[in-house]
């Protein structure tokens, strides 16, 4: 996952591929509940690993739920042995929620009926969310819950319940705010529904019913056969009782595919195939995880791309998506069905034809940020114009390719406008964009910027470089290191890849001389090699970094450096690094010979002397005794070979920016890199 302050996309140009999707938010924490509230032990299989999963799971665990193994793992189940209905007497806890909504609403209803002591609490943007309609409904009850701050929000605390208050009467919730509240008090009240039946009447319209329909379909998984009269009363019969169904599935979230569905529609298109005298190929993004025939109401945003020109074929658990209509289809949509995905429609629409109108999406005003606001606000960067309203939004695209503009997008701590934003890199003018944030992905999808850099493409020449060279000593590696961290970037240590190269051809049995050199060259063109922030490096699965720093990997260097060969395939594995995002790459000859037309490049230097200074300290600190005057001079001999080697020499490029950190630290050179490749960027800094 980024991690990043901001994440720049450069231009993207089409995607091809296919993508596995993580299980769906909404399901897995439902899931997560349920299954903490029944008698046995539930194994859940493909749950989402989020923030908001991660904060219910340790929410679980402190109300006594025995949860194994610890961590979710990727592709591991996980098995939850649930509580039977019932905690310990006087059970007392404050439980951190973060701004999962999904964890906050059910676990402040089904702790209120179970009763204890315990305090609900959150992130700042969780104490503007409200959960007034669920607390009032909870009350006819005679369930105990006191607001800590602001009447109608959270932070909560919830105390033992009264239920001789209770008359019987139909518990009354609004539906037309959240159909969270409903969800919540549906996966509650079994809990008290032992002797007799519980009605739940909804007061006004019912938003977000596909929403009940998942909450609905789980709790029968579950042994709760809900009695639901037209979406506005909902009986839970008496005798109730939570029982595990012993193994789940948890579907991959259809919210997350729209994004895919969406980059099908608008990247796909054709390709001219010269291997198929010249046939035109038909690309298309293929999205694992989830169907046509999914429990969740997101999934009817198919309906939405295709009549917005989007070809959509589908199976049992796949779709598959390609351009049809272009540019696409405006279109006038009432979003109440899909309330979370219709953002995805909102970028969607800077590639139509005319002015899109999303209706009835009030509800986007109480999700993780104002919505409507967040997405007038961004549209409008990029150049579109845009009307809102308390329950609609309508864009209309920039009218041509130079209206552009490059935009820092503020994603407001919030997933969706995360990722649905990263769509407009797509832009016909080929203007980069920048996403704010990028980690909050993590609450749906941590892993969402990886998979779209998997299914894109894009010319060589919209990947961004920076070369860092500069001579033996000068810390550039290190510098490399933490420019390419702070960017999200890949990153290249190329004094690296002779050593690699000797090693691997060693491992084989070659000799590393001449009769060898087109079988160590091949080797070399295809070494699963690669960097990481930590200067690790990786050989496939494993960590080779001590074992290229050995004295024997040096000379194994020299000897593979000296064949023309395996040079000429190392310069085509170096290019192979320029892949996306972008690419930090350091060196002797970067900027000069790899990547000539490199955006920004740097040379890096340092007295002779003071390189001296630092290796000295660097080689003490690791216990290995070292001169500096024998330091010196291996320095000064090395810089002039360097410098007057025929192929390559060391020098800086003609266009780099020369940086003498002799007086620098780490911190101030990494900064001043930044603050260079800030100022080549259309939208400024963060």
């Given at each position: 996952m980024f991690t990043t302050e901001f994440l720049d996309l450069p231009p993207l140009d089409s995607a091809q591929g296919s993508v596995t999707l993580p299980g769906s938010k909404s399901i897995s924490n439902r899931v997560l509940l349920l299954a903490a509230l029944s008698h046995g032990t539930t194994t859940i299989h493909d749950l989402l690993d989020s923030d908001d999963t991660q904060v219910m799971l340790a929410a679980l665990k402190q109300l006594g739920c025995h949860i194994t193994p610890e961590t979710v793992l990727p592709g591991q189940p996980i098995a939850v042995t649930g509580i039977g209905g019932q905690l310990p007497a006087d059970t007392a806890a404050t439980l951190f929620l973060g701004n999962a909504g999904t964890a906050m609403r059910p676990l402040t209803a089904a702790l209120a009926v179970l009763g204890g002591h315990f305090e609900m609490t959150g992130v700042?943007?969780?104490?503007?969310?409200?959960?007034?309609?669920?607390?009032?409904?909870?009350?006819?009850?005679?369930?105990?819950?006191?607001?800590?701050?602001?009447p109608g929000f959270p932070p909560l605390k919830i105390g033992q319940p009264d239920f001789s208050r209770w008359s019987d009467a139909p518990i009354q919730v609004r539906g037309d705010v959240s159909s969270q509240f409903l969800t919540s008090l549906l996966m509650a009240l079994p809990l008290q529904a032992t002797d007799k039946a519980i009605t739940i009447e909804v007061v006004g319209e019912l938003i977000s019913k596909p929403y009940i329909h998942i909450t609905l379909e789980l709790l029968a998984r579950f042994g709760i056969a809900v009695e639901n009269d037209s979406w506005q009363r909902f009986v839970i019969p008496a005798g109730s009782r939570y029982r595990s169904p012993g193994d789940i599935h948890v579907e991959a979230d259809a919210s997350s595919a729209s994004y895919f569905i969406a980059l099908g529609a608008i990247a796909t298109g054709t390709t001219d195939d010269a291997d198929a005298d010249n046939a035109t190929e038909r690309k298309s993004i293929r999205i694992l995880g989830v169907g046509q025939d999914s429990i969740q109401g997101d999934i009817r945003f198919i309906e939405a791309a295709r009549a917005m020109g989007a070809q959509v074929e589908s199976g049992p658990n796949w779709l598959e998506v390609s351009r049809?209509?272009?540019?696409?289809?405006?279109?006038?949509?009432?979003?109440?069905?899909?309330?979370?995905?219709?953002?995805?429609?909102?970028?969607?629409?800077?590639?139509a034809d005319g002015t899109t109108s999303l209706r009835n999406i009030a509800s986007w005003r109480v999700k993780e940020t104002d919505r409507i606001a967040a997405m007038a606000i961004e549209l409008r960067k990029l150049g579109a114009t845009v009307e809102e309203g308390a329950d609609y939004i309508r864009i209309t695209p920039p009218a041509k390719a130079s209206d552009w503009r490059a935009a820092s997008i503020h994603t407001y701590d919030d997933h969706r406008v995360a990722m649905c934003f990263s769509l407009a890199a797509f832009n016909p003018a080929k203007l980069p964009v920048r996403i704010q944030d990028p980690k909050c992905v993590g609450k749906t999808f941590p892993d969402y910027f990886e998979a779209l850099f998997s299914v894109c493409q894009t010319e060589t020449q919209h990947i961004p470089v920076i070369c860092i060279d500069g001579p033996t000593a000068s810390g550039k590696g290190t510098i490399a290191a933490e420019v390419a961290k702070a960017l999200g970037?890949?990153?290249?240590?190329?004094?690296?890849?002779?050593?690699?190269?000797?090693?691997?051809?060693?491992?084989?049995?070659?000799?590393?001389?001449?009769?060898?050199?087109e079988t160590i060259a091949e080797m070399a063109l295809d070494l699963p090699v690669r960097f990481d922030a930590q200067q690790r490096v990786w050989l496939g699965e494993e960590d080779i970094s001590a074992a290229i720093r050995?004295?024997?990997?040096?000379?194994?260097?020299?000897?593979?450096?000296?064949?023309?060969?395996?040079?000429?395939?190392?310069?085509?594995?170096q290019l192979s690094f320029q892949t996306l995002p972008g690419l930090v790459a350091d060196g002797r000859d970067m900027g000069t010979v790899i990547f000539p037309h490199a955006p920004l490049k740097v040379y890096l230097w340092a007295s002779a002397q003071c390189r001296a200074e630092r290796r000295h300290k660097q080689l003490i600190s690791k216990g290995i005794s070292a001169n500096?005057?024998?330091?010196?001079?291996?320095?000064?001999?090395?810089?002039?070979?360097?410098?007057?080697?025929?192929?390559?020499?060391?020098?800086?490029?003609?266009?780099?920016?020369?940086?003498?950190?002799?007086?620098?630290?780490?911190?101030?050179?990494?900064?001043?890199?930044?603050?260079?490749?800030?100022?080549?960027?259309?939208f400024g800094r963060a």
């Open positions: 700042p943007r969780m104490y503007e969310r409200p959960i007034g309609d669920l607390v009032d409904a909870l009350r006819q009850l005679g369930c105990r819950i006191d607001y800590l701050r602001d049809g209509n272009w540019p696409l289809k405006a279109i006038d949509l009432d979003c109440n069905h899909i309330p979370d995905a219709a953002m995805t429609l909102g970028v969607m629409a800077l590639y970037y890949q990153l290249l240590d190329s004094g690296a890849l002779y050593r690699i190269t000797g090693l691997a051809a060693s491992r084989a049995g070659l000799a590393l001389d001449d009769s060898n050199e050995s004295e024997e990997a040096g000379m194994n260097a020299s000897r593979v450096s000296a064949l023309p060969a395996v040079r000429t395939a190392l310069v085509d594995l500096i005057a024998t330091l010196l001079a291996d320095l000064e001999a090395r810089d002039a070979r360097d410098m007057n080697r025929a192929t390559a020499p060391l020098k800086p490029a003609e266009d780099s920016l020369q940086l003498d950190s002799s007086e620098m630290t780490i911190e101030d050179v990494v900064a001043q890199v930044l603050s260079w490749w800030q100022e080549r960027q259309p």
